[in-house]
Nanobody
Framework: QVQLVESGGGSVQAGGSLRLSCTAS????????MAWFRQAPGKEREAVAQ???????VYAKSVEGRFTISREHADNILYLQMNSLTPEDTGMYYC?????????WGRGTQVTVSS
């Protein structure tokens, strides 16, 4: 059974940093698609950072230059380093993975940025 478990969320002031982690069990990252999505209150879920199955990283324009997605194959962990956080980054952050698109999802970790 595949499980993705996010951690590292919390409350931080604007300008601060957080690093989110997503640990996978029952699943090997390999070169599969992996991504971080977020959902702000009253908004649709959006992809903020993706690793496409052939390795290219793609970022939402709103986070480009501030967020970095990376994965550690040995420990099967996906990371999202978030710097220069703003209140607009507040939301539930979800890890997603799959052969070419999101198939498996974590339950999310909350990030709250105060001004």
């Amino acid at each position: 059974q595949v499980q993705l478990v996010e951690s590292g969320g919390g409350s931080v002031q604007a300008g601060g940093s957080l690093r989110l982690s997503c640990t996978a069990s029952g699943y090997t990252f390999g070169s599969d698609y992996m991504a971080w999505f977020r959902q702000a209150p009253g908004k649709e879920r959006e992809a903020v950072a993706q690793i496409l199955y052939y390795g290219t990283t793609v970022y939402a324009k709103s986070v480009e230059g501030r967020f970095t997605i990376s994965r550690e194959h040995a420990d099967n962990i996906l990371y999202l380093q978030m710097n220069s956080l703003t209140p607009e980054d507040t939301g539930m952050y979800y890890c997603a993975a799959g052969p070419f698109r999101p198939v498996y999802w974590g339950r999310g970790t909350q990030v709250t940025v105060s001004s």
